[in-house]
């Protein structure tokens, strides 16, 4: 049986659906200009979200769509060109607005806000944003945390019926998902029901703290989605608050806890959030990480005070586990073995079905446990054993694919730090820097000691880089998938 021909016509309209709501999340910072009397970035925010509005509807108005069929190649192809097309238009205000970055440059800060990875080519010693650019990147982290697709199932519940749970599948991070309600919409509205009230109840808490009302919505945004992003260079630490440390741990952890079991908490199924394997795998990761940190910082003679052997290793654990990138200042004396564990935690990540980045936990512990069956089998070779996860058998096929995602994922790591190598970066930066941008942790290459920030890279290693963060967040097959020939194959 052959395929049928992509459905380019109802494809290209639910792009140009997507850029008008684009287009309505860059009212924010517009008025965020206007309030700060930053006329001329209000002016270019005001005219790019008007272009881009008017081409999104001209894009719905104007293609004739014979059949509404959405299948599996349409939704993989939506999803990559969405995250494609949403970072051109949302890197204009860059390019025209005060910063006057240059494509490169504003293509890679747009790419970093919607991955969520929080890399920047902007140093430290450089003025800051004006307000409203800075929001803009605030909104960018918070819209691709949670996902520009299923935002757009939750908003247009005509896509349940046409290809919903397969663009579902193709965008939120995970090995399997489950529906939490009957139509995927309201699974899709539940999760960012769930995604907003974390992030309205972080800006009042950051708010009741030290933080302007404006720093609190920015760092709520950019903790919640995990992506990092801070309205200040020295991020949390520059406001000197245990309070504010304590609250941004908090929220960075749920954000790298899978939203459905979160939904099932605030339902009170409190039984399948303890029975949850994964999330007490994640849970004692953390604990076991910070006494490690906290071991290594003592045996280098790095504290001052209990703070640095307890909350500040605990925040740099969980901002480092959740890809969040939020770094205290002290990491980067803590020590060699302190920066080991960082690199292990990177590859890990966070849960599947959360904001965080990484390989995923899931993951780490499906491999664990077929490799601990394999190695029973050399012993007794007419065993039957299978991978259990949560109780529940896992397929052989599922457990291939686990395997396969994570041969990719490293094999996707060496090919972009080779590329990068052969462009004249450092060897050491350039395998970290793309390992950084495919876990969406974003950490500076500084972090190493080798070498200094993205500021200093060519245009074309951005480019790469910029692909990277974008096959990390749409977790490798999504776009892989579409470069092969039978994908394109009628």
Same mark, same amino acid.
């Given at each position: 049986m052959k395929h049928q021909h992509l459905n380019y016509a109802m494809l290209l309209r639910v792009v140009g659906g997507l850029l008008a709501m684009e287009a309505l999340f860059m009212i924010i910072p517009f008025v965020t200009c206007l309030i700060f009397d930053e006329d001329h970035d209000a002016l270019v925010f005001g005219l790019v979200a008007a272009g881009t509005a008017v081409a999104g509807l001209a894009m719905m108005r104007s293609l004739k769509v014979h059949t509404t069929r959405f299948g599996k190649r349409e939704s993989y192809l939506l999803t990559g060109t969405v995250w494609v097309v949403f970072s051109l238009c949302g890197m204009l205000p860059f390019i025209f607005g005060s910063s006057q970055l240059g494509v490169s440059d504003s293509f890679f800060e747009a790419m970093s806000g919607f991955t969520t990875?929080?890399?920047?080519?902007?140093?430290?010693?450089?003025?800051?944003?004006t307000h409203?650019?800075?929001?803009?990147?605030?909104?960018?982290?918070?819209?691709?945390?949670?996902?520009?697709?299923?935002?757009?199932?939750a908003v247009i519940p005509a896509l349940n019926s046409s290809g919903g749970m397969q663009m579902f599948n193709a965008e939120v991070p995970g090995?399997?998902?489950?529906?939490?309600?009957?139509?995927?919409?309201?699974?899709?509205?539940?999760?960012?029901?769930?995604?907003?009230?974390?992030?309205?109840?972080?800006?009042?808490?950051?708010?009741?703290?030290?933080?302007?009302?404006?720093?609190?919505?920015?760092?709520?945004?950019?903790?919640?989605?995990?992506?990092?992003?801070?309205?200040?260079?020295?991020?949390?630490a520059g406001y000197d608050s245990d309070y504010i440390t304590i609250v941004v741990i908090l929220f960075m952890f749920l954000?790298?806890?899978?939203?459905?079991?979160?939904?099932?908490?605030?339902?009170?199924?409190?039984?399948?959030?303890?029975?949850?394997?994964?999330?007490?795998?994640f849970v004692g990761m953390i604990f076991l990480f910070t006494v490690l940190f906290a071991v290594a910082i003592f045996a280098g003679g790095k504290y001052d005070s209990w703070?640095?052997?307890?909350?500040?290793?605990?925040?740099q654990v969980v901002s480092t586990i959740t890809s969040t990138g939020y770094t205290r200042p002290e990491f980067l004396v803590w020590g060699q073995f302190v920066l080991a564990l960082t690199f292990i935690m990177m590859f890990t990540g966070g849960c599947a079905g959360s904001t965080s980045g990484g390989a995923k936990i899931d993951r780490l512990l499906y491999l664990q446990r077929h490799?601990?069956?394999?190695?029973?089998?050399?012993?007794?070779?007419?065993? =039957?054993?299978? +991978?259990?996860?949560?109780?529940?058998? @896992?397929?052989?096929? &599922?457990?291939?694919?686990?395997?396969? !995602?994570? *041969?990719?994922?490293? =094999?996707?790591? +060496?090919?972009?730090?080779?590329?990068? @190598?052969?462009?004249? &970066?450092?060897?050491?930066?350039?395998? !970290?820097? *793309?390992?950084?941008? =495919?876990?969406?942790?974003?950490?500076?290459?500084?972090?190493?000691?080798?070498?200094?920030?993205?500021?200093?890279?060519?245009?074309? *290693?951005?480019?790469?880089?910029?692909?990277?963060?974008?096959?990390?967040?749409?977790?490798?097959?999504?776009?892989?998938?579409?470069?092969?020939?039978?994908?394109?194959?009628?």
């Amino acid at each position: 049986m052959k395929h049928q021909h992509l459905n380019y016509a109802m494809l290209l309209r639910v792009v140009g659906g997507l850029l008008a709501m684009e287009a309505l999340f860059m009212i924010i910072p517009f008025v965020t200009c206007l309030i700060f009397d930053e006329d001329h970035d209000a002016l270019v925010f005001g005219l790019v979200a008007a272009g881009t509005a008017v081409a999104g509807l001209a894009m719905m108005r104007s293609l004739k769509v014979h059949t509404t069929r959405f299948g599996k190649r349409e939704s993989y192809l939506l999803t990559g060109t969405v995250w494609v097309v949403f970072s051109l238009c949302g890197m204009l205000p860059f390019i025209f607005g005060s910063s006057q970055l240059g494509v490169s440059d504003s293509f890679f800060e747009a790419m970093s806000g919607f991955t969520t990875t929080g890399a920047t080519i902007r140093p430290a010693g450089l003025a800051p944003l004006t307000h409203g650019l800075m929001m803009w990147q605030a909104v960018m982290q918070w819209l691709g945390g949670m996902g520009i697709i299923l935002f757009t199932l939750a908003v247009i519940p005509a896509l349940n019926s046409s290809g919903g749970m397969q663009m579902f599948n193709a965008e939120v991070p995970g090995i399997t998902h489950d529906k939490i309600m009957p139509r995927i919409s309201q699974t899709a509205m539940s999760l960012w029901g769930i995604y907003a009230s974390f992030t309205i109840i972080l800006t009042l808490l950051l708010w009741f703290g030290p933080m302007d009302f404006y720093d609190s919505i920015c760092h709520a945004m950019g903790t919640i989605s995990t992506g990092g992003f801070s309205t200040r260079p020295d991020a949390i630490a520059g406001y000197d608050s245990d309070y504010i440390t304590i609250v941004v741990i908090l929220f960075m952890f749920l954000g790298g806890v899978n939203f459905t079991l979160i939904f099932n908490a605030a339902l009170g199924r409190w039984r399948k959030v303890r029975a949850n394997d994964i999330f007490r795998l994640f849970v004692g990761m953390i604990f076991l990480f910070t006494v490690l940190f906290a071991v290594a910082i003592f045996a280098g003679g790095k504290y001052d005070s209990w703070r640095d052997l307890t909350l500040y290793p605990l925040f740099q654990v969980v901002s480092t586990i959740t890809s969040t990138g939020y770094t205290r200042p002290e990491f980067l004396v803590w020590g060699q073995f302190v920066l080991a564990l960082t690199f292990i935690m990177m590859f890990t990540g966070g849960c599947a079905g959360s904001t965080s980045g990484g390989a995923k936990i899931d993951r780490l512990l499906y491999l664990q446990r077929h490799v601990r069956n394999e190695l029973r089998r050399c012993v007794h070779p007419n065993a =039957i054993l299978s +991978v259990r996860i949560n109780g529940n058998v @896992a397929s052989q096929e &599922l457990v291939g694919k686990v395997i396969s !995602f994570l *041969a990719l994922y490293m =094999i996707v790591i +060496v090919v972009g730090g080779t590329v990068l @190598a052969a462009m004249g &970066l450092p060897t050491v930066d350039s395998f !970290f820097s *793309a390992f950084a941008c =495919i876990s969406n942790t974003g950490f500076g290459a500084s972090v190493t000691g080798y070498g200094d920030d993205y500021a200093l890279i060519p245009d074309a *290693a951005k480019w790469v880089l910029s692909a990277m963060m974008l096959i990390g967040r749409l977790e490798i097959f999504t776009v892989l998938v579409l470069f092969t020939p039978t994908f394109w194959r009628r």
